[in-house]
């Protein structure tokens, strides 16, 4: 399947759908394709939907002139679950990248991933490592997830060890879990792996392949969300965990009383993570 370091497809049509939901990113979606279009892998298909942007974000998506490229305009905001949802019923792949409009893809991201999924039928969902930027590009850290499922799965209220917008998956999950629940504004992407944990293997790849622009308030999302609150008790139930599984939703209210400080912790985290560990090398 692999020629030199680039991957093709076995059939016509393309073997990856990029997915991309967009909303105000004009100042940063010009390099996100410009990322996913530079990849080493030969065919894919890049579906960026648009969730009624006010400030030419659909402009610059049309402005490049290549066929790879598909365009869809929401007519009202609906959410990024919804338009994730709207790229996956138009896509064409047997696999699903995902990936945010003010993120960047390091070139080899397609082919590796790709190589790895097929090599490991048993893996449905693969995210890597990630570099973290700020809003100028400048470097804030590295975060380097462990790579087995059961580590990343390991506590599922408190969160996953997954980069979301990292990962590629299988087509079948997305049939199998029917997408993204669009009545989820916020943390959707939690909303959806927590839906994936009991039916389907997570892995990762220890190279940093995806590059996330951390851009707290806009990044920010709480999850207490009503629906996730109740997939939670749901999954702690149907796993007969103890009671103080419970305990992991405090946390959740506790997010909310830290307010715009606890906006800034995940990049910290990184930050720190970072900094120890390169102290611990030398």
């Not at 990322?35 to 974000?57: N, R």
């Not at 599984?245 to 930050?271: E, F, I, M, Q, S």
């Amino acid at each position: 399947m692999a020629e030199g370091n680039r991957v093709r497809s076995r059939g016509k049509g393309p073997l990856v759908s990029v997915i991309m939901p967009s909303y105000n990113e004009s100042g940063y979606i010009a390099t996100a394709i410009q990322s996913v279009l530079a990849q080493t892998f030969d065919t894919f298909e890049l579906i960026v939907v648009d969730d009624a942007s006010t400030d030419g974000t659909p402009e610059i998506v049309a402005s490049f002139a290549d066929p790879r490229i598909r365009l869809l305009v929401s007519p009202s905001n609906r959410g990024a679950a919804a338009c994730r949802n709207a790229a996956v019923e138009n896509a064409s792949g047997s696999y699903l990248a995902l990936h945010d409009a003010d993120d960047i893809s390091e070139p080899d991201r397609l082919a590796r991933q790709v190589a790895f999924l097929e090599a490991n039928p048993e893996i449905d969902i693969l995210g890597t490592s990630t570099r973290w930027i700020d809003a100028k590009g400048k470097t804030i850290g590295v975060s380097v997830p462990e790579t087995s499922h059961e580590a990343i799965c390991a506590c599922p209220l408190r969160g996953f060890g997954i980069a979301h917008a990292s990962i590629v998956m299988r087509r079948e999950v997305m049939e199998a879990i029917g997408g993204y629940d669009p009545e989820l504004r916020r943390s959707e992407d939690y909303g959806f792996l927590l839906r994936c944990v009991d039916d389907f293997r997570f892995a990762n790849i220890r190279d940093i392949l995806y590059v996330i622009r951390w851009l707290p308030r806009r990044k920010w999302a709480e999850v207490c969300e009503r629906k996730n609150r109740k997939a939670q008790i749901a999954y702690i139930r149907r796993t007969r965990q103890g009671f103080t599984a419970y305990g992991w939703l405090l946390t959740d209210y506790l997010r909310l009383l830290a307010g715009p400080v606890y906006w800034h912790l995940p990049a910290l985290r990184v930050r720190w993570t970072t900094y120890f560990r390169q102290r611990s090398q030398r």
